[in-house]
């Protein structure tokens, strides 16, 4: 295996990351402290982690309502993405969001949508905009194979193709949107056929191994970057080990088959890769885990500490509040 | 002053131009708005100066492309959605109301979504129950939108580039019985406040408040009503969302008597939202029961005299208004 260590470690620290910040949220919310819908990413996270390494500063990221790991990915701190989940004020979105709505502007992080494909089309938007003055950003977009049923997706899929538009739309194939399992709600299941429909060029690739979900995002984000080439369609195959959110019990699937994809967990799978390789012993494991634990106990504290927003304020935000928006008809972000 | 004459369907196209003009930001996207000049004529031969980037045909994906205009609008575009007629609107309700509307509240107040969406409105051309209907009252429902119903010239030119400074999502319904209708635009006229109704007819007796397609019949009922020695005063609302409560309450105190006409069904509808506000900061100042002349509880049939049986008409105003005076 051809890896860098350092990168081999710091891929490795994000999806630990990824995933001890989740196990805080169901420690949380199991106290009370945390509450509403909160979608675990847990056992998905490779996927993030692939695609995110290739994402720059200014790209754009839309995701869906299981988005904890893009946020995090797309450099929002652990402390405002915890704080966010206990409401408070100093949450990314002032408690406003939940654990579904994580935003940061100057992050260009655009939600946090929880309407399965609502994002789709915004996605289209945003790279419209790139487009039309003339920038060469990606606007990544994030949903599941639920989302492929909705008509947004289709509607999505013809105009990013037809204005060829900067796009990567990575699909997150858990096979389950909520429940349904999809040769229960797809007549085709091969959603790399679907994309391709529409003249957007499309591959699938393993989302449990982070490093061919890199690869993969890797080109796909060049070829989406090049001028003219339009839009990507990525789909990555995965598992949600958890239940779809704290209120699912799961009568849907078998344990079996859940401790069957456990087995290739991502970050499972890596570290023996990793260990194999001797790209990373003992120690260095446990000293990224404790490091991994310290910052994630940090977000917690601080996020403990945090000031519920005041009553009267609740009516703010529904128009914008902040300064004028400049240009003649106002209006840069 | 010097003014000229022209029709709102012109009035619409010069602002557009103006703000394309004046903003290379600004664009326009819709179903047949550049080839085809637009379902109403509104963008007729706007492509030629702006090109079809910029005057840009879309598929029959009204989701899609309104949110895409929520996207640009998030991107730093200025975008102008054009939807052929508000029941086509709701095909795309899920990006107007669950994203347009959203996501500034949602985001902590991080993000401004400076979207302008025009769309017809309203029946009489005989186009029945899938391109007549008046549903801005629901969108005026909705926190975080602003509704505006331009019924006039000089409203049809200025609210546009009022609506493009505004850094919330805007939807404006054009009244498609009006695109033909013509009036004065002052030369010097500009941009034009967005949040106060305007009484369009000084008056003593009664009060109807009303907006976009009907404000003209409402005009036309009070120029009746003086014949019988009845003086009525007429609000133009102008915007549903913020709805001017001062100048709704300050007209019906000073004639006492109110008609709401409304060309959106009865039953919650905004008619019976201003009734409410009357209710709740007038009650002492009525003088009669508040009247309502709606569009009757159906689908808007084809038949031309049961499409006009369906709607509000002056007769019905005059006789509306005339109740509320019979006790005094």
Same mark, same amino acid.
């Given at each position: 295996?051809?890896?860098?260590?350092?990168?081999?470690?710091?891929?490795?620290?994000?999806?630990?990351?990824?995933?001890?910040?989740?196990?805080?949220?169901?420690?949380?919310?199991?106290?009370?402290?945390?509450?509403?819908?909160?979608?675990?990413?847990?056992?998905? =996270?490779?996927?993030?982690?692939?695609?995110?390494?290739?994402?720059?500063?200014?790209?754009?990221?839309?995701?869906?309502?299981?988005?904890?790991?893009?946020?995090?990915?797309?450099?929002?701190?652990?402390?405002?993405?915890?704080?966010?989940?206990?409401?408070?004020?100093?949450?990314?979105?002032?408690?406003?969001?939940?654990?579904?709505?994580?935003?940061? @502007?100057?992050?260009?992080?655009?939600?946090?949508?929880?309407?399965?494909?609502?994002?789709?089309?915004?996605?289209?938007?945003?790279?419209?905009?790139?487009?039309?003055?003339?920038?060469?950003?990606?606007?990544?977009?994030?949903?599941?194979?639920?989302?492929?049923?909705?008509?947004?997706?289709?509607?999505?899929?013809?105009?990013?193709?037809?204005?060829?538009?900067?796009?990567?739309?990575?699909?997150?194939?858990?096979?389950?949107?909520?429940?349904?399992?999809?040769?229960?709600?797809?007549?085709?299941?091969?959603?790399?056929?679907?994309?391709?429909?529409?003249?957007?060029?499309?591959?699938?690739?393993?989302?449990?191994?982070?490093?061919?979900?890199?690869?993969?995002?890797?080109?796909?984000?060049?070829?989406?970057?090049?001028?003219?080439?339009?839009?990507?369609?990525?789909?990555?195959?995965?598992?949600?080990?958890?239940?779809?959110?704290?209120?699912?019990?799961?009568?849907?699937?078998?344990?079996?088959?859940?401790?069957?994809?456990?087995?290739?967990?991502?970050?499972? #799978?890596?570290?023996?890769?990793?260990?194999?390789?001797?790209?990373?012993?003992?120690?260095?494991?446990?000293?990224?885990?404790?490091?991994?634990?310290?910052?994630?106990?940090?977000?917690?504290?601080?996020?403990?500490?945090?000031?519920?927003?005041?009553?009267?304020?609740?009516?703010?935000?529904?128009?914008?509040?902040?300064?004028?928006?400049?240009?003649?008809?106002?209006?840069?972000? | 002053?010097?003014?000229?004459?022209?029709?709102?369907?012109?009035?619409?196209?010069?602002?557009i131009? /103006?703000?394309m003009?004046?903003?290379?930001?600004v664009f326009v996207m819709g179903?047949?708005v550049a080839?085809?000049?637009g379902?109403?004529?509104v963008t007729?031969?706007l492509v030629?100066?702006f090109?079809?980037?910029r005057i840009r045909? #879309?598929?029959?994906?009204?989701?899609?492309?309104?949110?895409?205009?929520?996207?640009? @609008?998030?991107?730093?575009?200025?975008p102008i959605v054009e939807?052929?007629?508000?029941?086509?609107?709701?095909?795309?309700?899920?990006?107007?109301?669950?994203?347009?509307? #959203?996501?500034?509240?949602?985001?902590?107040?991080?993000?401004?979504?400076?979207?302008?969406?025009r769309? @017809?409105?309203?029946?009489?051309?005989?186009?029945?129950?899938?391109?007549?209907?008046?549903? /801005?009252?629901?969108?005026?429902?909705?926190?975080?939108?602003?509704?505006?119903?331009?019924?006039?010239?000089?409203?049809?030119?200025?609210?546009?580039? #009022?609506?493009?400074?505004?850094?919330?999502?805007?939807?404006?319904?054009?009244?498609?019985?009006?695109?033909?209708?013509?009036?004065?635009?002052?030369?010097?006229?500009?941009?034009?406040?967005?949040?106060?109704?305007?009484?369009?007819?000084?008056?003593?007796?009664?009060?109807?408040?009303?907006?976009?397609?009907?404000?003209?019949?409402?005009?036309?009922?009070?120029?009746?009503?003086?014949?019988?020695?009845?003086?009525?005063?007429?609000?133009?609302?102008?915007?549903?969302?913020?709805?001017?409560?001062?100048?709704?309450?300050?007209?019906?105190?000073?004639?006492?008597? @109110?008609?709401?006409?409304?060309?959106?069904?009865?039953?919650?509808?905004?008619?019976?939202?201003?009734?409410?506000?009357?209710?709740?900061?007038?009650?002492? =100042?009525?003088?009669?029961?508040?009247?309502?002349?709606?569009?009757?509880?159906?689908?808007?049939?084809?038949?031309?005299?049961?499409?006009?049986?369906?709607?509000?008409?002056?007769?019905?105003?005059?006789?509306?208004?005339?109740?509320?005076?019979?006790?005094?």
């Amino acid at each position: 295996m051809k890896i860098d260590k350092q990168r081999a470690h710091a891929l490795l620290y994000q999806m630990k990351l990824i995933r001890r910040l989740e196990e805080a949220c169901v420690e949380y919310y199991s106290a009370g402290m945390i509450r509403g819908f909160l979608h675990l990413y847990i056992g998905q =996270e490779a996927v993030a982690v692939g695609i995110m390494e290739h994402v720059r500063e200014d790209d754009a990221v839309v995701a869906t309502y299981r988005e904890h790991a893009h946020a995090l990915l797309k450099g929002l701190s652990a402390p405002c993405i915890m704080s966010e989940m206990f409401g408070t004020v100093e949450g990314c979105s002032r408690g406003r969001g939940g654990s579904m709505h994580l935003f940061s @502007a100057p992050h260009r992080f655009f939600g946090g949508n929880a309407i399965v494909g609502g994002g789709l089309p915004m996605a289209v938007g945003l790279a419209m905009a790139d487009k039309m003055q003339g920038r060469d950003r990606v606007t990544l977009c994030f949903f599941g194979e639920g989302a492929v049923a909705e008509g947004e997706f289709h509607e999505a899929m013809n105009l990013a193709e037809l204005w060829k538009l900067p796009v990567l739309f990575c699909c997150e194939n858990n096979s389950y949107a909520m429940g349904t399992h999809i040769e229960r709600s797809e007549s085709v299941t091969n959603l790399v056929k679907k994309a391709e429909s529409y003249g957007v060029p499309a591959a699938r690739v393993d989302g449990m191994d982070v490093l061919a979900v890199s690869a993969a995002a890797k080109s796909a984000i060049e070829r989406v970057r090049s001028e003219g080439w339009g839009p990507y369609f990525l789909e990555c195959q995965t598992y949600r080990f958890r239940a779809h959110s704290m209120f699912d019990p799961e009568l849907y699937r078998s344990k079996a088959e859940v401790d069957k994809w456990k087995q290739r967990g991502p970050i499972l #799978t890596f570290v023996k890769k990793l260990t194999d390789a001797d790209l990373l012993n003992g120690d260095e494991f446990v000293e990224l885990a404790e490091r991994v634990r310290i910052e994630i106990a940090g977000a917690v504290a601080y996020a403990k500490t945090g000031a519920p927003e005041a009553v009267e304020d609740l009516r703010r935000h529904v128009y914008w509040e902040g300064p004028p928006l400049p240009g003649p008809a106002g209006g840069v972000q | 002053m010097s003014a000229t004459t022209m029709s709102y369907r012109d009035a619409v196209r010069m602002a557009i131009q /103006e703000a394309m003009r004046r903003d290379e930001r600004v664009f326009v996207m819709g179903e047949d708005v550049a080839l085809y000049g637009g379902p109403y004529g509104v963008t007729k031969d706007l492509v030629k100066e702006f090109g079809p980037d910029r005057i840009r045909d #879309t598929p029959l994906s009204e989701s899609g492309f309104t949110g895409a205009g929520i996207g640009a @609008a998030l991107g730093g575009m200025r975008p102008i959605v054009e939807i052929m007629t508000v029941n086509f609107s709701l095909l795309a309700l899920d990006q107007i109301v669950n994203t347009a509307a #959203t996501f500034c509240h949602m985001s902590g107040g991080q993000l401004a979504v400076p979207l302008v969406i025009r769309m @017809a409105t309203g029946a009489g051309r005989q186009l029945a129950a899938q391109h007549s209907h008046s549903l /801005e009252g629901w969108y005026a429902h909705v926190p975080g939108l602003k509704i505006l119903t331009p019924a006039t010239i000089p409203d049809a030119r200025g609210m546009l580039w #009022t609506a493009l400074m505004d850094p919330n999502p805007v939807l404006i319904f054009e009244h498609a019985g009006l695109y033909n209708t013509k009036g004065e635009l002052a030369d010097d006229a500009g941009a034009v406040n967005i949040n106060k109704a305007k009484v369009v007819r000084e008056g003593s007796d009664v009060s109807i408040i009303t907006y976009g397609g009907t404000l003209s019949k409402s005009l036309e009922a009070a120029e009746r009503l003086a014949g019988s020695g009845i003086s009525a005063e007429v609000l133009d609302l102008r915007s549903l969302r913020p709805l001017d409560n001062d100048s709704i309450l300050s007209t019906v105190g000073k004639t006492h008597r @109110a008609v709401i006409v409304d060309e959106g069904w009865r039953s919650g509808g905004i008619s019976a939202e201003i009734m409410a506000r009357i209710t709740e900061g007038a009650f002492y =100042e009525l003088d009669a029961p508040v009247e309502r002349v709606c569009t009757a509880e159906v689908p808007i049939p084809y038949a031309h005299h049961m499409e006009l049986a369906a709607l509000p008409q002056p007769e019905a105003i005059v006789l509306a208004a005339k109740r509320t005076l019979k006790g005094g």
